[in-house]
């Protein structure tokens, strides 16, 4: 199996780094076009996904390695099922509260493939700054570790969020339902990405503002 690399995920933070995340981290031997670099992280991903995809880009702990052709394939699969089943529609915002993880990276590129913007917040945030942060950035949707769902479910009882989207601890295999237990609200991550729903057609290339798709700025 080719050597890992890392694909640079912004931190967790309120608000994502203006940067494209993948100038300068690229699989080793491998020359993007320049299309890749103009500040779309998707078409970055699917010029090293085409270029490189066995690439490993993240060890996957339990849930075994993800290559940069898996973590492609899986972007797609979940954005076609927020934008199906949970009507996730271009301007957007999506709530990510997951540790340094494969679904961190799938969940993100997936909310971008959406056309969403990206708001990630520490997944040991309280309740209570989960509330605000919703509050501040006007997000209906969040991907969360399942052990963050307590911070999230007075939300979801409330309305503030329409849907929630949780995936297992890092100790346990993502890629499998979380058992995080049953709520109209609630999907299981895992589920998602086997659900086989293919995202609605991309934006054209034209289509963009100054900034990569998904930055928020005050």
């Not at 997944?123 to 307590?150: F, H, K, N, Q, W």
């Amino acid at each position: 199996m080719p050597a890992a690399i890392l694909l640079s995920i912004p931190p967790s933070c309120p608000r994502m780094h203006t940067n494209n995340p993948h100038r300068n981290h690229v699989p080793a031997g491998v020359t993007l076009p320049v299309a890749a670099h103009d500040g779309d992280p998707f078409r970055s991903l699917e010029a090293i996904a085409e270029a490189s995809p066995d690439a490993v880009v993240a060890a996957g702990g339990a849930g075994g390695p993800l290559t940069c052709g898996q973590l492609l394939e899986a972007s797609l699969m979940l954005a076609g099922y927020m934008q199906q089943r949970l009507e996730v529609r271009r301007g957007e915002r999506v709530l990510l509260m997951l540790p340094e993880y494969p679904p961190l990276a799938i969940g993100w590129y997936a909310a971008l493939r959406c056309d969403a913007g990206v708001i990630a917040l520490d997944p040991g945030s309280t309740a209570g700054e989960v509330a605000g942060c919703l509050r501040e950035s006007g997000a209906r949707l969040a991907i969360v570790v399942a052990d963050a769902l307590a911070s999230v479910s007075p939300m979801l009882e409330d309305g503030r969020l329409r849907g929630c989207i949780a995936a297992a601890p890092p100790a346990s295999n993502w890629r499998r339902p979380s058992g995080a237990g049953r709520h109209p609200r609630l999907h299981e991550f895992g589920d998602a990405l086997a659900a086989g729903i293919e995202a609605m057609p991309a934006r054209g290339p034209g289509n963009t503002s100054g900034l990569p798709r998904g930055v928020r700025t005050r």
